[in-house]
């Protein structure tokens, strides 16, 4: 009768050996990695292997959107993936800029930053970091109205009708302004 030995350095056996026939029973850990690993024994002079795939590779955030009224600097979100698993960040637009862990493997803290806006319209852009989608919100500039009295000529008016106008710049397009008149008199 030969008598055999069974081990491994990463797989449960048992028995660890035997006379003659016998049944060795393999246990295979969890793998909760990202990646497969293959696992090996070795078995009466044979090595046979198992390969255990891992876990599927999902990406969740600590947020899924952000709102700014101005420019900021130093924001971050976290991006959470099981060990082992990678991810990568899709850029935005050219006003959002990521600053750190754009990419990386396993749970990371991605930092970016926001320009100004420096017109009076909102806008928004996203992010793709490891396939979900991080909306960023951004609100324009406040609307002003700014009034040049150079068209109305010289003041004070004297008795006999005149015309004289005001240029009003808005700040932006999107910006309203209204004219009324507080004397019957002017309009």
């Known amino acids: ?6 081990s491994s350095a990463t797989l449960g056996v048992s028995p660890a050996g035997g006379t003659g026939n016998g049944t060795v029973n393999i246990t295979v850990p ?9 696992h090996t ?7 046979p292997t198992v390969n255990r795939t891992g876990v599927n590779c999902t990406v969740s955030l600590s ?9 900021s600097s130093g924001w971050q979100v976290d991006v959470m993936t099981p060990p082992g698993c990678p991810y990568s960040t899709v850029p935005g637009p050219s006003w959002i800029h990521v600053m750190s862990n754009g990419s990386g493997v396993g749970n990371q803290t991605l930092t970016y930053t926001v320009d ?25 500039l406040a609307c002003s ?3 040049n009295l150079a068209g109305l000529g010289s003041l004070p008016y004297g008795p006999a009708a005149t015309v004289g106008s005001i240029s009003v710049d ?4 999107n910006c309203s302004w209204r004219a009324s008149g507080r004397a019957a008199w002017a309009t």
């Open 116 to 140: 100004q806006n420096s017109t009076t319209v909102s806008r928004s852009g996203t992010l793709t970091i490891g396939g979900q989608p991080y909306q960023i919100n951004q609100d324009g």
């Open 30 to 38: 969890p793998n909760l990695a990202g990646t497969s690993v293959l």
């Open 170 to 173: 808005a700040l932006g397009p």
């Open 41 to 47: 024994a070795t078995i009466g002079g044979h090595t």
């Open 145 to 147: 109205v700014t009034l």
């Open 63 to 71: 947020a899924y959107s952000k709102d700014f009224s101005d420019a």
């Open 1 to 6: 009768l030969c008598d055999w030995t069974a």
